[in-house]
């Protein structure tokens, strides 16, 4: 099957500065990875996704990279804001989703 | 529109008891999945169901299990509990194999 694996497990920024969390999976069938952040007490909120016909994304201070030869693909978030604090997971998927371990991503005001 | 809707939020069970969890799914979604979360073992897949039928199965022991009705809401049941089900369980929705999730808030399980 399909494993996900996703760096770092904790991340500390400054406000302002930017994060960025990489995420490799092994089964080059995948076709859709999408992002998610999960807030205390709450499931995880879909944010951005990409499909491998496609290298990057962008929403806002949201994006999203796919590196389909290495295998990999990266979430970016720029000019971070303390509301950005939060847990961060990677999928990636055929038809079933495979998650990466999360990114606890916290912002110093 | 209505996002999906688990019930209940919270839930104390006794080991040895069993547990059944509802989920309502985004109205018009015919997918859904379940997953049980961790601190140690992050979001594991524990089953999907489409159109009442159960169509992928995560590495979870029998006594996990689903349905699905007509109108897309699903439960799920767990029996003989153990210490160790102690865990979020969430629940997504989807349109269909190529559409992100829509998750619940979860069910947080205490087994004591």
């Known amino acids: 099957g399909e494993n996900v694996e996703q760096h770092p497990s904790t991340l500390s920024v400054q406000e302002g500065d930017s994060a960025v969390i990489k995420c490799t999976y092994s089964?080059?069938?995948?076709?859709?990875f999408p992002w998610y952040k999960q807030e205390l007490g709450k499931g995880p909120q879909l944010i951005i996704d990409?499909?491998?016909?496609?290298g990057e994304k962008k929403d806002q201070r949201i994006a999203v990279t796919l590196n389909k030869t290495a295998k990999h693909f990266s979430l970016h978030i720029t000019e971070t804001q303390p509301e950005d604090s939060a847990v961060y997971f990677c999928?990636?998927?055929?038809?079933?989703?495979?998650f990466g371990t999360g990114t606890s991503l916290t912002v110093i005001p | 529109k209505a996002g999906v809707t688990q019930t209940p939020r919270y839930l104390i069970k006794t080991r040895g008891q069993q547990v059944t969890l509802s989920c309502s799914p985004i109205?018009?979604?015919?997918?859904v999945s379940w997953y049980q979360q961790t601190p140690g073992q992050g979001l594991q897949f524990l089953f999907e169901?489409?159109?009442?039928?159960?169509?992928n199965k995560g590495n979870f022991p029998g006594r996990f299990s689903g349905r699905q009705f007509s109108n897309s809401r699903s439960e799920m049941n767990v029996s003989t509990l153990e210490l160790g089900d102690s865990a979020l369980y969430l629940c997504?929705?989807?349109?269909?194999?190529?559409?992100?999730?829509?998750f619940g808030s979860g069910t947080r399980l205490t087994v004591v």
């Open positions: 990409i499909r491998s016909n496609v």
């Open positions: 997504a929705s989807s349109l269909g194999d190529r559409d992100g999730y829509t």
């Open positions: 169901y489409f159109s009442e039928t159960q169509r």
């Open positions: 089964d080059s069938a995948s076709n859709y």
């Open positions: 999928a990636a998927s055929k038809i079933q989703f495979y």
């Open positions: 109205s018009g979604h015919r997918s």
